[in-house]
């Protein structure tokens, strides 16, 4: 499914410089040499020889990939509708930090259209690898997908706005996070930020056993595995602890009208993701969970109780850079 890379920095790899103090910002010259190089994008990767990056608890297998695509797909239009409030306009240049599979990039470069640009930006190869290909089936040039930690990200010609969706929640400090996304804005520059709130999980009407089930295993996990579970209220105190004016924000949900939506399939992905760590911890067993047919399980629960459940609810928060602009 996805291109292998080579380990390391074998043939063909492009070591994009990160330059500077040891766990520190690289120099300019980094991101500008990955702009103009005309070695292939799917080759390029920024060194990271220090970068305090913490490990990413879903882990960067291909279920993981097939989790992100699920979810990117609920969580579509309510991500455009906060990028457009947040004035994501044409002719902009956009950096999405943690793009995954690349959805938070689209939805941008369909916003600044072909004369802005959009770089997307994360660690994990397979991810990447999956972005270039899906933006490459769409045609889209003024996109491009760099591999990298935040932390290690080089500095270059700050951007008009950045971006980054479920990203957050899983930073041991995310204040720190946005300061070092801050560090790529310009003046007066946006960010935007959609992140879950985890403590308003698991609505349905009418109760739904089962349902309420899995976010009592998921809860705990999530807490126990260092995801903050209150990322999406706590969006406006980090933005501010972070040096940013908040402007405004939504708070929104999908609704699973049909028992067999991607709404319960993006779920059990997550809680898929989750289970070597529910077992682990001694939240629950493989044998309970039973991964294999907990969405039939769910979308029988469903169809029967006639009702509809939000799997989760997101909060959307934009601000911005100040200083002169
Ligand atoms: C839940 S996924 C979200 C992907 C994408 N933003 C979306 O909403 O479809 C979180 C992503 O953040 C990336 N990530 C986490 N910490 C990171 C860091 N410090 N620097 C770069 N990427 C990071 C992970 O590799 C993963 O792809």
């Known amino acids: 499914m996805d291109a292998a890379l080579p380990p390391g920095r074998g043939r063909g790899w492009l070591s994009v410089i990160a330059p500077g103090p040891p766990g520190g910002r690289g120099g300019r010259q980094g991101l500008r040499a990955c702009a103009s190089s005309p070695t292939p994008e799917s080759h390029m990767r920024v060194e990271e020889p220090n970068a305090a990056a913490a490990e990413y608890v879903h882990g960067n297998e291909d279920r993981e990939l097939r989790r992100i695509l699920l979810q990117a797909q609920v969580y579509a239009p309510l991500t455009e509708g906060v990028l457009r409030s947040a004035g994501l306009k044409p002719g902009m240049r956009v950096l999405d930090v943690g793009c995954g599979a690349g959805d938070v990039s689209f939805l941008a470069a369909e916003l600044v259209g072909p004369s802005g640009e959009v770089v997307?930006?994360?660690?994990?190869?397979?991810?990447?690898?999956?972005?270039?290909?899906?933006?490459?089936?769409?045609?889209?040039?003024?996109?491009?997908?760099?591999?990298?930690?935040?932390?290690?990200?080089?500095?270059?010609?700050?951007?008009?706005?950045?971006?980054?969706?479920?990203?957050?929640?899983?930073?041991?400090?995310?204040?720190?996070?946005?300061?070092?996304?801050?560090?790529?804005?310009?003046?007066?520059?946006?960010?935007?930020?959609?992140?879950?709130?985890?403590?308003?999980?698991?609505?349905?009407?009418?109760?739904?056993?089962?349902?309420?089930?899995?976010?009592?295993?998921?809860?705990?996990?999530?807490?126990?595995?260092?995801?903050?579970?209150?990322?999406?209220?706590?969006?406006?105190?980090?933005?501010?602890?972070?040096?940013?004016?908040?402007?405004?924000?939504?708070?929104?949900?999908?609704?699973?009208?049909?028992?067999?939506?991607?709404?319960?399939?993006?779920?059990?992905?997550?809680?898929?993701?989750?289970?070597?760590?529910?077992?682990?911890?001694?939240?629950?067993?493989?044998?309970?969970?039973?991964?294999?047919?907990?969405?039939?399980?769910?979308?029988?629960?469903l169809r029967a109780s006639q009702g509809v459940l939000v799997p989760s609810l997101m909060v959307g928060v934009w601000g911005h850079r100040p200083g002169p602009v």
């Open 120 to 301: 997307g930006v994360d660690r994990e190869a397979r991810f990447l690898a999956r972005a270039r290909q899906r933006a490459e089936a769409r045609n889209l040039s003024h996109v491009r997908f760099l591999q990298s930690s935040l932390e290690a990200l080089p500095a270059g010609a700050p951007f008009d706005a950045i971006v980054g969706r479920l990203v957050l929640m899983f930073q041991p400090d995310p204040v720190s996070f946005v300061r070092r996304m801050a560090e790529h804005l310009r003046p007066g520059g946006v960010m935007a930020v959609h992140e879950l709130e985890l403590a308003a999980m698991g609505l349905a009407h009418p109760k739904l056993p089962l349902f309420n089930r899995v976010w009592s295993w998921m809860l705990p996990t999530c807490e126990r595995t260092g995801i903050k579970v209150h990322m999406g209220l706590e969006l406006v105190s980090t933005l501010r602890r972070a040096g940013l004016v908040v402007d405004d924000g939504v708070v929104g949900g999908r609704l699973g009208v049909t028992p067999d939506a991607e709404t319960t399939h993006a779920l059990v992905e997550t809680v898929r993701t989750l289970l070597p760590h529910m077992e682990r911890l001694g939240v629950a067993l493989a044998m309970e969970v039973d991964i294999d047919t907990l969405a039939a399980r769910l979308t029988a629960e």
